[in-house]
T-cell receptor
Framework: KAGVTQTPRYLIKTRGQQVTLSCSPI?????VSWYQQTPGQGLQFLFE???????NKGNFPGRFSGRQFSNSRSEMNVSTLELGDSALYLC????????????FGPGTRLTVL | QKEVEQNSGPLSVPEGAIASLNCTYS??????FFWYRQYSGKSPELIMF????GDKEDGRFTAQLNKASQYVSLLIRDSQPSDSATYLC?????????????FGAGTQVVVTP
């Protein structure tokens, strides 16, 4: 069974630009969660999508947004990039049911210059 | 107070010894508990999950959960150099937040030959 895939793996952007990251979950998984990982803040939850609806949201500004398509693939978008947005962005897929486990993709390393 | 707390380490363990990692959480309503392993530059990899009080064993790994004390631990028996990584404790907080994992800062484990 193929794992979670994320594209692109690396991105370099400049301040003020916007970026779109993509995540394809494990086949049959309907939930995609997004996380930001930085050395200072660790792993922080951004949002979760289940059956094309945002089900949970973390404490990030509105510049961070996402969506999920009917095939469960998800994208997240960051607008007006700031230097502090440099991070490893991870998505995780699960069936989305109670007491389920999340499996992480390889991540997208975003560098904002 | 952070919602999920771990000792940051590094935890130095001789090869063949037992590594003991601890995690406490603040939300008494927490439902599910996970341990992830993360190698430097890689994404988190699920190694254990536990939902009920008591012990759960899987190979060289044992997870222990005590909901009354809001405490979850991970034991790694017969530690190997390949176990050198950061171990992340993660918790799902409430019944309607299954897709949201709250992570501790991670404990770095170094297994010395």
């Amino acid at each position: 069974k193929a794992g979670v895939t994320q594209t692109p793996r690396y991105l370099i952007k400049t301040r003020g630009q916007q970026v779109t990251l993509s995540c394809s979950p494990i086949s049959g998984h309907r939930s995609v969660s997004w996380y930001q990982q930085t050395p200072g803040q660790g792993l922080q939850f951004l949002f979760e999508y289940f059956s094309e609806t945002q089900r949970n949201k973390g404490n990030f500004p509105g510049r961070f947004s996402g969506r999920q398509f009917s095939n469960s693939r998800s994208e997240m978008n960051v607008s007006t990039l700031e230097l502090g947005d440099s991070a490893l962005y991870l998505c995780a897929s699960s069936k989305g049911t109670r007491q389920d486990t999340q499996y992480f993709g390889p991540g997208t390393r975003l560098t904002v210059l | 107070q952070k919602e999920v707390e771990q000792n940051s380490g590094p935890l130095s363990v001789p090869e063949g010894a037992i590594a003991s990692l601890n995690c406490t959480y603040s939300d008494r309503g927490s439902q599910s508990f996970f341990w992830y392993r993360q190698y430097s530059g890689k994404s988190p990899e699920l190694i254990m999950f536990i939902y009920s009080n008591g012990d759960k064993e899987d190979g060289r790994f044992t997870a222990q959960l005590n909901k009354a004390s809001q405490y979850v631990s991970l034991l790694i028996r017969d530690s190997q150099p390949s176990d050198s990584a950061t171990y992340l404790c993660a918790v799902t907080a409430t019944t309607d937040s299954w897709g949201k994992l709250q992570f501790g800062a991670g404990t770095q484990v170094v297994v010395t030959p």
